[in-house]
C-alpha cells in the first residue's frame, strides 16, 4: 500500500496537469491530426490561452508539436541512426541533452549486490507533476535509481511495479529528499529560480548485460533514433536483439536512460513500459524542440 503523510503531499500544479492532458490526448489521437481547438478543448482551455500555455511550458508551440506526431522526422533519422549512434559511442557516454542539459555520474552496482534484490538498502520516494504524468522519483544515497511515470490517480501501480524491481529493500515516502533531482530533471519553465547545474548521480541496478545497454542508450543524442538492432550490434551482436529488447524494457531511470528513443527497424514505435503515447509524445517533444534550434 502506498502511504502518502500529510506533511509530504503530491507536488501538482493545474497548469502542468491541464498541458498533460492535452498533451496525452494529442499523442493518443495524432493520426487524425486534431486542430488546436480541439487539443484546447482536452486542456479545458481557450484556444489563445492553450497556444500560450502550452509555448511556455513545453518550450515548443503546440503545431510543432503536433507536426511531429507523426514521427516522419524521426522515422528519416532512423536512416542514419547507426552513424549517429556509433560516433555518440565513440565521443563518450554522457553527451549533452538540449532537453536536460545533464552531466550525469553513472555507478552500476555489483552483479552481487543486484542478486541481494535490494537487502539492506534504503530507498526514498517521491512525486512531481510534470508536462508527462505525475513523476515517480526513487533516490538511494549514491543517486537517483528510478523514475517512472503514471497517470494522475494511478500512482499507487507505479509505484507498486517500481519497488517489485528492489523486493527487499525498505522505502521511505520523501518528498524533500528527491526535490533537488526533479528541479534538475524536469527544469521551471515558469520563470522561477532554477537549482544550479550539478552532475546528476545515478545508481544502476541490473544485471550486467542489462547496465550494458543502458549505458548504449545513453549515447543517442536528443532529437535522433536509434533501432533495436543497431543498439545490438554495437553491445553485442545483430542476433541479440530480442535480449536488447527485453533489457530495454526493463530500463528503471526513464527519460534520463532514453529508452523512447529505440524503435523497430521499420520505425514504429513498439512497446513502452510507461505508455506507448507517452513514448510518441516524448519523441514529438524531443524533435520539435531539436527543428526550433
Given at each position: 500500500m502506498l502511504h502518502r503523510p500529510e506533511h509530504h503531499p503530491i507536488e501538482t500544479s493545474s497548469s502542468y496537469a491541464r498541458i498533460a492532458r492535452s498533451i496525452r490526448h494529442l499523442a493518443e489521437n495524432y493520426d487524425?491530426?486534431?486542430?488546436?481547438?480541439?487539443?484546447?478543448r482536452a486542456a479545458g482551455l481557450s484556444a489563445y490561452h492553450f497556444q500560450?500555455?502550452?509555448?511556455?511550458?513545453?518550450?515548443?508551440?503546440?503545431?510543432?508539436?503536433?507536426?511531429?506526431?507523426?514521427?516522419?522526422?524521426?522515422?528519416?533519422?532512423?536512416?542514419?541512426?547507426?552513424?549517429?549512434?556509433?560516433?555518440a559511442l565513440?565521443?563518450?557516454?554522457?553527451?549533452?541533452?538540449?532537453?536536460?542539459?545533464?552531466c550525469l555520474k553513472v555507478e552500476a552496482m555489483t552483479p552481487g549486490d543486484y542478486a541481494k534484490g535490494g537487502a539492506g538498502l534504503l530507498i526514498r520516494y517521491g512525486f512531481h507533476a510534470t508536462l508527462l504524468g505525475t513523476a515517480l522519483l526513487m533516490i538511494t544515497e549514491r543517486g537517483l535509481c528510478g523514475l517512472a511515470f503514471s497517470d494522475e490517480g494511478d500512482e499507487e501501480t507505479a509505484f507498486a511495479d517500481m519497488r517489485s524491481?528492489?523486493?527487499?529493500?525498505?522505502?521511505?515516502?520523501?518528498?524533500?529528499?528527491?526535490?533537488?533531482?526533479?528541479?534538475?530533471?524536469?527544469?521551471?519553465?515558469t520563470g522561477g529560480n532554477?537549482?544550479?547545474?550539478?552532475?546528476?548521480?545515478?545508481?544502476?541496478?541490473?544485471?550486467?548485460?542489462?547496465?550494458?545497454?543502458?549505458?548504449?542508450?545513453?549515447?543517442?543524442?536528443e532529437g535522433r533514433v536509434a533501432s533495436y538492432r543497431t543498439i545490438a550490434e554495437r553491445?553485442?551482436?545483430?542476433?541479440?536483439?530480442?535480449?536488447?529488447?527485453?533489457?530495454?524494457?526493463?530500463?528503471?531511470?526513464?527519460?534520463?536512460?532514453?529508452?523512447?528513443?529505440?524503435?523497430?527497424?521499420?520505425?514504429?514505435?513498439t512497446g513502452y513500459h510507461w505508455g506507448e503515447a507517452r513514448k510518441r509524445a516524448l519523441l514529438a517533444l524531443e524533435a520539435a524542440r531539436a527543428s526550433d534550434l
Open positions: 487524425s491530426q486534431p486542430s488546436l481547438e480541439e487539443a484546447a500560450r500555455e502550452f509555448s511556455r511550458l513545453a518550450g515548443v508551440s503546440p503545431k510543432s508539436f503536433i507536426s511531429h506526431l507523426t514521427l516522419q522526422q524521426a522515422k528519416a533519422r532512423l536512416q542514419s541512426g547507426a552513424t549517429v549512434l556509433d560516433a565513440d565521443a563518450g557516454l554522457s553527451g549533452p541533452s538540449r532537453l536536460h542539459d545533464l524491481r528492489w523486493p527487499r529493500a525498505e522505502f521511505v515516502h520523501d518528498q524533500a529528499a528527491v526535490a533537488s533531482y526533479a528541479a534538475q530533471i524536469f527544469p521551471d519553465r532554477r537549482i544550479p547545474r550539478a552532475a546528476l548521480p545515478i545508481q544502476l541496478f541490473g544485471t550486467p548485460w542489462q547496465i550494458k545497454v543502458w549505458q548504449a542508450l545513453l549515447a543517442i543524442p553491445v553485442c551482436t545483430e542476433r541479440a536483439s530480442r535480449a536488447t529488447g527485453a533489457a530495454v524494457g526493463r530500463n528503471p531511470i526513464s527519460l534520463i536512460i532514453p529508452c523512447h528513443r529505440v524503435l523497430a527497424s521499420s520505425g514504429a514505435l
